[in-house]
């Protein structure tokens, strides 16, 4: 299996455009999550999908993301308008349950940059 | 507010000491824990799960669960500079991450 694949690996990007991050969760992995890490506040959970649905998006910093799962090899996590505040890795993660098992296969993240 | 807390360190070890790592967590409903590594510029992987209070035995690493203190531990044997890296503690459904505690084992 590849694993959990993300893309792209870095993104730059001027304040005011917006930005979709892509995530491929492994095969057979029925809950999908998006985090997101900085310095400051770590790991934190922005976003999880049971079965291509949305479970819980209290997460999501504010109005300007919004994240979609269409399928289940698929989900974006989009930014507009994107802000400097928004610079961080964004992680997606996949696992057989939410809770207890093997615990989340992580993907490569994205680096983003807003100038 | 759920909450898993560790100490960020840096801790320093020298190579073959013993190194241990420490997270306490809020919800005392909490079922099963996680650590995971997490090298400069890598995603997190997953190193170890326990669920039942006691030791979980795996190589060098001993994971310790203690439901009473909410406390989790992670100790690493016989340390080797590869294991410098930042280890985050994870609990709760779903998981929440601890800010992770940044090891250097010095050779």
């Known amino acids: 299996d590849a694993g959990v694949i993300q893309s792209p690996r870095h993104e730059v990007t001027e304040m005011g455009q917006e930005v979709t991050l892509r995530c491929k969760p492994i095969?057979?992995?029925?809950?999908l999550f998006w985090y997101r890490q900085t310095m400051m506040r770590g790991l934190e959970l922005l976003i999880y999908f049971n079965n291509n649905v949305p479970i819980d998006d209290s997460g999501m910093p504010e109005d300007r993301f919004s994240a979609k799962m269409p399928n289940a090899s698929f989900s974006t996590l989009k930014i507009q308008p994107s802000e400097p505040r928004d610079s961080a890795v964004y992680f997606c993660?996949?696992?057989?349950?939410?809770?207890?098992?093997?615990?989340?296969?992580f993907g490569s993240g994205t680096r983003l940059t807003v100038v | 507010q759920k909450e898993v807390e560790q100490n960020s360190g840096p801790l320093s070890v020298p190579e073959g000491a013993i190194a241990s790592l420490n997270c306490t967590y809020s919800d005392r409903g909490s079922q099963s824990f996680f650590w995971y590594r997490q090298y400069s510029g890598k995603s997190p992987e997953l190193i170890m799960f326990i669920y039942s209070n006691g030791d979980k035995e795996d190589g060098r690493f001993t994971a310790q669960l203690n439901k009473a203190s909410q406390y989790v531990s992670l100790l690493i044997r016989d340390s080797q500079p590869s294991d410098s890296a930042t280890y985050l503690c994870a609990g709760n459904t779903p998981l929440v991450f601890g800010k992770g505690t940044r090891l250097s084992v010095i050779a």
């Open positions: 095969s057979g992995h029925d809950y």
């Open positions: 993660a996949s696992s057989l349950v939410s809770a207890g098992g093997e615990g989340y296969t």
